[in-house]
């Protein structure tokens, strides 16, 4: 019909740009034959040959320049989906994802579900809404390269022989992984009793978890069976990703760490005069590893505050209401309920839970009614009423309304357990029984 319209043209390589490919594939003893059109079937059949295989890592100084702002879920859609046959090059991507996918589950790295809330707020700072948001594969290509990226980095230093900060991650001490083996038995989940355990014994017990209502609560047990990670001169590897040697390296503006990292890359390449000076023995970058895991450790707490007090702002004018929630710890105290619609964290003491006297069962991690038999345990699904908010303390305080589960003979065995000189539980403030 004669209607015009915007071409999408791609023009093919220019004859300097394949020349200077043609010289760097040399080095890898490959061969762009000298023809005079380069046809996408000639970098296809290089992309073949190097398919599956690992090269030495590339290090520049570069800069780079940004030609455009792409959300993650724009570049979700643009690249993986609705583009897809109509650009045959968007394909690469999602091949590279599928590869770096496979890279994922040869390492057997430790693949917990624990979705991330994001607090969104209005023009004055208070609250307008809680969201959870959803995880993109442009999320996880993303992730992906980033950890190679870092892994890279801490390689090229070790066999330049010089000193770095590692991010490491120990494994479970034999005494968590006991509590979680007696704890799993309770879901007729058995973990086996060896010497080492690994991230797949983990991840195995993940997936025989998926999809049941025990998922959640699976998946924050194992969470906390975990150590921390901390920072280190002396590499010990990192559990939860199933790595020998791993450094932070791709956040040089915003962690210590990572400038590090670069600062060291800088004097092992030659790219100048801010390389890490000789001054920075390991000696000395172990005291800088400790401080910055403090700092970490500190941050941290201190976002999990300002989360806390936004929140219970937010809802300091709902008093009354009630909402659904699951149990997300519990104590000798009493029970923390994580509530669904904001991730609000609030405390519910073991004083207001009825009539009965409850028994603190760690191995259960639950609460159980001496004479009712009735079980509150992590990760169960509860309806709550609000009784009171503090915005400056960052805590709220809940009424259960919902029963809990009634298993025959668990106030015996708990009672068994806790032995006859366990000291009862007292009321106490909300306040004080809040999780920092």
Sequence with gaps: RRIPLVY??????????????????????????????????????ILARVEGTELAPLVNQVILRSQAQAEYANENYGHFGLHLRRYAHFTSPIRRYADLIVHRALIRALDLDLPERKILLKSDGTVDRVIVPERLDAHKLIEEFMILANVAAAEMLEKKGLPLIYR???????????????????????????????????????????????????????????????????????????????????????RYADLIVHRALIRALGFGPDGLPDSQTPEVLAETAARISAAERRAMA????????????????????????????????????????????????????????YRYDESRHALVGERTNQVHRLGDRVEVRLVEAAPVAGALRFELLS??????????????RAGRDEERPRRVPHREGRRR
């Design 168 to 254: 490491v991650h120990d494994s479970p001490s034999p005494e968590k992984v006991a509590a979680l083996r007696e704890f799993l038995q309770t879901l007729d989940i058995k973990l086996p009793k060896i010497d080492t355990v690994r991230p797949s014994h983990f991840n195995g017990i993940l997936a025989r978890a998926a999809g049941t209502e025990a998922a959640p609560l699976v998946n924050q047990v194992i969470l906390r069976s975990q150590a921390q990670a901390e920072y280190a001169a002396e590499n010990y590897g990192h559990f939860g990703l199933h790595l020998r040697r791993y450094a932070h390296f791709t956040s040089p503006i915003r």
């Design 403 to 416: 029963s809990g589960h009634y298993v025959p003979g668990a106030g015996r065995a708990a009672r068994g």
């Design 302 to 357: 201190a976002e999990r505050e300002t989360v806390d007090r936004l929140i219970a702002h937010h809802l300091a004018g709902q008093i009354g209401a009630t909402f659904r929630g699951r149990i997300a710890g519990v104590t000798k105290a009493g029970l923390f309920v994580a509530l669904d619609d904001t991730g609000a964290d609030g405390f519910i003491p073991a004083a207001t839970l009825g009539a009965d006297y």
């Design 8 to 45: 999408r043209v791609h023009d093919q390589p220019s004859l300097e740009k394949v020349s200077a490919l043609r010289d760097f594939l040399k080095t890898l003893d490959i061969a762009l034959p000298k023809t005079e059109a380069v046809r996408p079937a000639h970098f296809n059949d």
